[in-house]
């Protein structure tokens, strides 16, 4: 092989290596992205569900609470 194949060769490894490394790296932040997404899932359904309970306790306050109150 003639010496500019060489250095060729040698400039591709070296670039394969970091992108080994470059992707291994990414991996770990998508594993950890993808734990905090899931940790926030819970989340959003229980803002929900409270949210659901407060609207209709607040609904029903609004319906029954004219005919409770008295003007006395």
Same mark, same amino acid.
């Given at each position: 092989?003639?010496?500019?194949?060489?250095?060729?060769?040698?400039?591709?490894?070296?670039? @394969?290596?970091?992108? @080994?490394?470059?992707?291994?790296?990414?991996?770990? &932040?998508?594993?950890?992205?993808? &734990?905090?997404?899931?940790?926030?899932?819970? $989340?959003?359904?229980?803002?929900?569900?409270?949210?659901?309970?407060?609207?209709?306790?607040? $609904?029903?306050?609004? &319906?029954?609470?004219?005919?409770?109150?008295?003007?006395?």
């Amino acid at each position: 092989m003639t010496d500019e194949v060489q250095r060729d060769l040698g400039r591709m490894e070296a670039q @394969i290596t970091t992108l @080994i490394s470059q992707v291994s790296a990414l991996n770990v &932040k998508v594993a950890a992205i993808d &734990k905090t997404l899931s940790e926030a899932r819970g $989340g959003w359904r229980m803002l929900l569900m409270v949210g659901g309970v407060a609207g209709a306790v607040g $609904g029903l306050l609004g &319906k029954y609470l004219p005919f409770l109150h008295t003007d006395g």
